[in-house]
């Protein structure tokens, strides 16, 4: 039983399973009587091996309050720091609702910027939408111009052929009124010469009034005074000859003016006297 008791003396102060022979010499010392348990156990716990245990306990106890020192002073340092990673957590907390509230805004002035760029895209679609309806009446009214370039072009071709024809009939009209007239003329010349009996006869007859004054002539010399006036109708206001009969009428207004008496029935005929 002493065996065992010094056996776990051995674990406790020595903190160590006992060797052979310290274990024999302590268990044969105690059932000698040279010396009770509790002496070696005291023994035991004076013995060199227990001091340098209890030393190297000590100085691990020491490290160890050393680390939890340490330990705690980091551990203070971390909750230090953690509380400044909080208030920094708190400031950029703050600040994110910030953001949030600028993100808000941004939001609706985009929402608001979309609306409008909503609209001026319904505006942008309508004037396109305008510009190709008066793109399509453009083409239409060019269209409209080009006919109306080839009608009058084709009217113009026609003016053209029209122009050649009247500057046709118009020459043929002037050699059929040159022509008669040239036998109008020929008749006159013809009948002044036959002598004083289509002489007027009026005595002091007037002239101021113009031909109808004095139209007292044989009805041969009326008639082809008629159709002088009637041939073509551009007879009384073209050509040589009758220019000349309209000058001699004007001669003659402006001298019967005042009275004078007629011409003798011996000085030729009325159209002898106006051609001269």
Not at 43 to 64: D, F, P, V
Not at 264 to 269: I, P, R, T, V, W
Request: hydrophobic share 25%; aromatic share 8%.
């Amino acid at each position: 039983m002493a065996r065992e008791q010094i056996a776990s003396y051995y674990r406790q102060l020595l903190g160590r399973e006992p060797d052979q022979g310290g274990l024999d010499a302590w268990t044969n010392a105690v059932n000698a009587g040279h010396m009770t348990l509790a002496g070696a156990a005291g023994g035991i716990a004076r013995s060199a091996e227990a001091n340098n245990r209890r030393s190297q306990q000590a100085q691990n106890t020491q490290n160890l309050t050393t680390e939890r020192n340490q330990y705690y002073a980091q551990s203070n340092n971390y909750k230090n720091q953690i509380g400044g990673y909080q208030s920094q957590i708190a400031d950029y907390q703050n600040q994110i609702g910030g953001y949030e509230s600028k993100l808000g805004e941004f939001q609706n002035k985009i929402g608001g910027l979309e609306g409008e760029l909503g609209n001026y895209r319904a505006q942008v679609t309508g004037l396109t939408n305008q510009y190709n309806t008066a793109l399509g009446e453009r083409d239409s009214w060019m269209n409209k111009s080009n006919e109306f370039m080839k009608s009058a072009s084709d009217w113009e071709d026609k003016f053209g052929e029209k122009s050649e024809e009247y500057e046709r009939a118009r020459g043929e009209a002037n050699m059929y009124r040159d022509q008669a007239v040239g036998q109008q003329l020929r008749a006159l010349r013809s009948g002044s010469t036959s002598g004083g009996s289509n002489a007027t006869s009026g005595g002091n007859a007037s002239l101021q009034g113009g031909r109808g004054g004095v139209q007292r002539y044989d009805d041969n010399s009326v008639d082809i005074d008629k159709n002088i006036q009637a041939e073509s109708g551009a007879l009384s206001n073209k050509g040589a000859a009758v220019q000349k009969i309209q000058s001699s009428n004007r001669r003659q207004s402006a001298s019967g003016s005042g009275s004078r008496p007629a011409r003798s029935g011996g000085s030729g005929s009325y159209y002898a006297g106006r051609f001269g």
